[in-house]
């Protein structure tokens, strides 16, 4: 039992407290590259759309990172040989980017394409050592407006800097919901900067990549000339189930110290071999980043076969993905890890004379743990879903979508409002509670079943007090 104790412990340690990026450099050791990610880092891809805790934020700053970059570029070619500068981001920059309340200042005077170009402009004359105004981001703006031709050579310059060099130069641009909390301002800032990007395109050795929520690229921000050439390398950050369980495999490979080598012993094990290594990274076997017999004996070797005392329940390697995709059937890496760091702490605790490292129950509270965080996530980012949730607190579902009206008009019987404070409210509010409905499905909160019924995945149900029949049990 001292050795499961021991492997718990070794989880516990490999797996952060959170995987929320706010800018921060990436640790190489969880720098894992799912293929369905390669083509979004690729500097032909100009627009990468995701969901809340895919990585949007993740690959800005591994791009922003010259040894990530590094690392990135054994499978991205291109990156070996291209400059990164980071033209918005959820970390702030005032001298490479105006923040909100600049940017907002800024639009009472110019058009959100002469500010996106003026961000183009103080990064290009940093590069080629051009001297431009930069004392302020009013002077950097009045004069992009008024030095159309100078800005235009200024360009120039730059990309025959990067073509002598034969580098690239990339800017990159995330967390734009941070530049407004208006729907219809919002549009423009994003539409702007679409254009800019595209204005880029006519310079081979300059490259611009966009990183969009879903509920931002879904909107009317492409409708201008030739936006199609952008939308022709639009990526979409998606992490399959067996992703998720090679980038765990690749965080418990890389653990610190002792528990780096009790876990490693555990793989080579089950694979046969111990994890490849390149300088001070672990890295996996090709067999364990695909679904494979091995991948799922990895996950076996720790969970169990099942997710009780026989098959009925189901196999830990599926339950602890599927139960916690939301309402369109994704599962990020953030609920993931967390789900499977609280598993093993409640195993730990709970079952310490259970055979496998995570006991079966404990991978259930892994996913109320996940939901809990889910939520406070979606507070931060869309302040009105907890607004609507909480007078469904205690309902069953699935349910008719009349029960959840009823209990919204009763606790709002002059409609929502849009108290987000400083966040964007519902997209279609104005058009009631059909609207929100709307709204909630597309952040995969809500899904509509065959017959109908409005029906929460446990990820979001989980966090917001809803029950199921049979499910796992709400939070209290």
């Not at 598993?343 to 892994?366: N, V």
């Amino acid at each position: 039992m001292s050795e499961t104790q021991d492997i718990r412990q070794a989880i516990i340690e490999a797996l952060p407290l959170t995987t929320s990026n706010h800018g921060e450099v990436p640790d190489q050791r969880s720098l894992y590259l799912p293929p369905a990610h390669i083509k979004a880092l690729r500097l032909e891809c100009n627009l990468v759309i995701g969901a809340r805790g895919v990585g949007k934020s993740f690959w800005t700053a591994a791009l922003g990172s010259p040894s990530a970059r590094s690392s990135l570029g054994q499978t991205v070619r291109e990156l070996e040989r291209t400059d990164v500068h980071i033209g918005f981001a959820v970390a702030p920059d005032i001298d490479a980017f105006p923040d909100g309340e600049v940017f907002s200042h800024l639009m009472d005077a110019a058009t959100p394409y002469d500010i996106w170009r003026a961000v183009v402009a103080r990064w290009l004359a940093l590069v080629t050592s051009e001297t431009i105004p930069l004392t302020t981001w009013d002077e950097t703006v009045a004069w992009v407006k008024a030095n159309p031709e100078s800005l235009a050579r200024l360009l120039q310059r730059a990309n025959e800097h990067f073509r002598q060099r034969q580098r690239f130069g990339l800017i990159v641009f995330d967390a734009l919901d941070r530049t407004s909390r208006d729907w219809g301002r919002m549009d423009d800032i994003v539409r702007d900067l679409l254009r800019v990007v595209l204005w880029l395109k006519s310079y081979p050795n300059l490259h611009a990549k966009v990183f969009l929520r879903e509920d931002q690229s879904d909107r009317t921000v492409t409708d201008f000339t030739d936006a199609s050439k952008l939308l022709a390398t639009k990526a979409e950050l998606t992490w399959a189930p067996h992703d998720l369980h090679g980038l765990l495999w690749q965080m418990l490979c890389n653990a610190p110290s002792l528990n780096g080598e009790l876990l490693r012993r555990i793989y080579a094990g089950i694979v046969g071999s111990p994890p490849p290594q390149r300088g001070d990274i672990w890295q996996l076997s090709e067999e364990i980043k695909r679904e494979s017999a091995k991948q799922r004996a990895l996950f076996e070797a720790l969970a169990g076969a099942w997710m009780g005392r026989d098959r009925r329940r189901g196999v830990p390697y599926v339950w602890s993905v599927s139960h916690l995709a939301d309402g369109r059937r994704r599962t990020s890496p953030r609920s993931f890890l967390a789900a499977i760091r609280q598993a093993a702490e409640d195993s730990s605790e709970q079952y310490p004379e259970h055979p496998h490292a995570l006991h079966y129950e404990s991978i259930k509270r892994g996913v109320q743990k996940a939901s809990e965080i889910r939520v406070l996530e979606m507070a931060e980012d869309y302040p009105w879903v907890t607004q609507v949730m909480e007078p469904l607190r205690g309902l069953t579902v699935p349910c008719p979508f009349e029960i959840i009206e009823r209990c919204w008009s009763d606790d709002f019987p002059n409609g929502l409002g849009v108290a987000s404070g400083e966040r964007l409210p519902p997209q279609h509010a104005e058009r009631g509670w059909p609207g929100v409905r709307s709204d909630l499905e597309r952040l995969g909160v809500f899904e509509t079943m065959k017959d109908g019924r409005v029906n929460l995945p446990d990820l979001y149900r989980v966090g917001f007090g809803l029950g199921r029949r049979g499910g796992v049990k709400p939070l209290k």
